[in-house]
């Protein structure tokens, strides 16, 4: 659970708005209410645990002093590095009710399981990415090992790439036995796979792994975009895609 403590020193005119639910990265609702005080917990958010506290105070001066608590567990695992210190910043600021959203953040706000998905899918996205590049990486270095030549490669890259029809053949199971774990299935699949490859004593093993190999990953490819646009709200949709 992270804590963040604010205490600003704000004109009086405008000290009210902190008694505001946030509806940016986080839609709040408020639990208790007085004139000076406001207590905040998530409708909407990527969050597993949401709870923001707001007290209002004056100074000698006639100053509003306003005094936030902040706890929050973040619900973006792997990434969540990454987007803290923007949050942090983020939080800062003073509610705006109409709804705006920081540049970084989707369209419109993402639940906890929303956003836990879409960092699982931008995981298995970066895995998938290196898996279908790695024969057009690692082609020469092998083809130095077994003694292959231009010829020989190109023929084994011709064939990697007609190998992606098999991705047809294995889509056709996503329908009747789930994308996810159809996803997940072709995830490590491939990456056993392209292990397998590293055993390789010629260009015929090679190929033949990698051909197996291409075609599980873009399957991968294929299901993460489709299980991103299935899982997450209708106006952060395009924004999910894009990302993975």
């Keep these: 659970m992270t804590r963040l403590e ?13 008694l505001s639910p946030r509806n940016d990265v986080v839609i709040e609702r408020a639990i208790e209410t007085t004139p000076l005080t406001a207590t905040f917990e998530a409708h909407v958010g990527p969050f597993h645990n949401w709870h923001r506290e707001v007290a209002l105070t004056s100074d000698s001066e006639g100053h509003a002093i306003v005094n936030e608590v902040v706890d929050y567990q973040l619900a973006v695992p792997f990434w969540g590095v990454l987007f ?16 705006h959203q920081p540049w970084w953040a989707p ?14 899918l931008c995981v298995f996205a970066v895995v998938s990415g290196y ?13 130095d090992q077994f003694g292959a ?20 053949g ?6 009747k036995h789930g994308r996810r774990r159809v996803l997940v299935t072709c995830l490590i ?27 599980l990953s873009t399957v991968v490819v294929i299901l993460i975009a489709v299980v991103a ?12 895609v894009s990302v993975v």
């Design 107 to 120: 369209p419109e706000a993402l639940d906890a399981r929303a956003a836990t998905v879409l960092s699982i």
């Design 170 to 175: 294995i889509m056709a199971l996503a329908d």
């Design 229 to 240: 646009a299935e899982e997450m709200p209708a106006g952060t949709r395009a924004f999910a």
């Design 84 to 99: 803290r210190p923007a949050l942090r910043h983020h939080l800062r600021r003073a509610p705006r009710p109409e709804g």
């Design 131 to 143: 898996l279908g590049t790695l024969i057009t990486q690692t082609l020469t270095y092998a083809a």
């Design 6 to 18: 604010h205490r600003h020193r704000v004109p009086t005119d405008s000290a009210t708005t902190w």
């Design 149 to 168: 030549g231009t010829g020989e490669q190109g023929t084994l890259l011709a064939i990697v790439r007609v190998g992606v029809l098999l991705s047809l």
């Design 189 to 215: 699949a491939s990456c056993a796979v392209t292990a397998l490859g590293a055993a390789s004593t010629g260009m015929i093993w090679l190929g033949t792994s990698q051909t197996f190999a291409r075609a």
